[in-house]
């Protein structure tokens, strides 16, 4: 080869080093997941709380910019999404924004549609589950305490309500379920009785009672005035159940279920009907403290 072909070919190399450099620094991507807040189609915003994007941000609440409003259709309020940041030298938005579907308590999701079959066929609900925007409608059930409890009491305040059972096993599932709640009464513990009302409702009330309940309770120090469990006959907690969506189904003793967590609104109205372990405490905290915001 020619001095000068050599040439050539090294300032080629050259200008594409430059080239994919000045690239490099114009624009990054990174991928995110995270819980939705709050949309604002109008102003083509989304307010997620994402996880730690590892070597750029720690995990926090922040607006998200889309460059077509478009983006955010079908997008709801508490649901869990994953999309591409893209980063600029001047500006940031989002892009590729989709839904995080859950995929069941087991590794094969084959076994979470068997369970829902096995629910619809052994015990058929009697309603369609609640959807988003519905008023939630009034049920009684049993604390801890032994007090009969009126969902409508807590009219004018945000309720979070979830499921569990107290002899479940596994720590990721109606533990941890528990523990977001644990963390939810410390975080707002100014605003629990007067502004918030945490309800834990077992899907398994012939083993607990109110005692058992009071028990479990205790293993979370929380105060059975703002953070209600309740059990009550079959059909009580099967309605409950029903409602949000709640999937149980006895197995040798135990109890295959899904999980679900529900945030209502000050005016009874369902917020979210969040599915799933696969949320963080802080991303669920955010939630709420959205909800509540809308009020003050």
């Given amino acids: 080869m020619s001095v000068r072909g050599c040439e050539l070919r090294v300032a080629n190399v050259v200008a594409t080093i430059v080239l994919l450099s000045v690239c490099a620094s114009a ?5 995110v997941r995270g819980m939705i807040l709050k949309l604002d189609p109008a102003s083509k915003t989304m307010i997620v709380s994402s996880d730690a994007i590892p070597g750029f941000m720690a995990a926090m609440s922040m607006p998200y910019s889309v460059r077509d ?3 955010l259709s079908g997008l709801k309020a508490g649901m869990l999404i994953d999309f591409s940041l893209v980063v600029e030298n001047d500006s940031s938005y989002a892009e590729a924004i989709h839904e995080h579907k859950y995929q069941g308590l087991e590794p094969d999701p084959l076994t979470a549609r068997r369970l829902k079959l096995l629910n619809q066929v052994t015990n058929p609900s009697q309603m369609t589950p609640l959807s988003v925007g519905d008023a939630v409608p ?21 309720v979070v309500l979830n499921f569990v059972y107290t002899r479940c096993a596994l720590p990721n ?10 963390i939810l ?11 918030l009302i945490l309800l834990t409702v077992t899907f398994d009330p012939v083993h607990d009672q109110p005692e058992v309940l009071a028990k ?3 293993t979370w120090k929380a105060d059975p005035q703002t953070w209600r469990f309740l059990t009550g006959s079959a059909d009580e ?18 109890m295959n279920h899904s999980l679900h967590t529900a945030v209502i609104n000050q005016k009874g109205r369902l917020v979210s009907n969040l599915e799933g372990n696969e949320f963080t405490a802080q991303q669920l905290g955010d939630l709420v403290e959205t909800v509540l915001d809308q009020k003050r």
């Fill in 237 to 254: 907690v099967r309605r409950v159940c029903d409602l949000f969506g709640e999937d149980f189904f006895q197995d040798e003793g135990l």
């Fill in 138 to 158: 009034n049920f009684t059930l049993t604390d801890q305490q032994r007090r009969r409890v009126r969902f409508a009491r807590f009219g004018g305040k945000t």
């Fill in 216 to 218: 479990y309770a205790a």
């Fill in 27 to 31: 624009q990054q991507r990174y991928s």
């Fill in 185 to 195: 009464q410390k975080r707002f513990k100014n605003q629990l009785g007067r502004e």
């Fill in 173 to 182: 599932f109606c533990f941890r379920s528990s523990n977001n709640f644990g």
């Fill in 69 to 71: 409003a478009g983006e």
